[in-house]
């Protein structure tokens, strides 16, 4: 960790705009074409499975889950997981994962999905989705669909289209 002293928190309401201007520096405008955020455009992120990284008062990273469907099975979408470019490389994402991934399981989901970076995902456990098993919304990378067992076994008939999870819409 370098000497940093890093605190994971549940994220809180108050933290939105501070998120939303870390998303802004390391994601830039392209973000908004990206196939995950068509479904963040319609359920929000669940609060008490998101995450701040703080160094003292100062935000350095975020990591944020929502719900979705795989077809006809219930998950978690993954992401953004975003680290401040000075602290990236000091373990900040892994931290923000972990606390998100043991949270989800403790709160009783299986399955957690998300597109990203396979070399830096499958460290900690995340696996490639055979391609067209499942179908993002959108443009995507197939190669960049990684799944996590929250339950083992959890994946094993699920395939379909990924869409936000209806029950949970905004209203």
Known sequence: MNDLSVTILPEAAGDAQAIERLHERTFGPGRFVLSAYRIREHVDHLLELSFTARIGTLMVGSVRQLPITIGDTKALLLGPLTVEP???G???GHLLL??????????????????????????VGFKPVPKGRI?????????????????DGAFEDVSGPVGPDWSKARG
């Open 86 to 88: 000075p602290f990236r």
């Open 90 to 92: 000091r373990g900040v």
């Open 98 to 123: 972990e606390r998100a991934l043991k949270d989800a399981k403790a709160q009783g989901h299986a399955l957690v999905l998300l597109v990203g970076d396979e070399p830096y995902y499958t460290r």
């Open 135 to 151: 179908i993002m919304p959108g443009p995507v990378d197939a190669s960049r669909i990684l799944v996590f067992e929250l339950v």
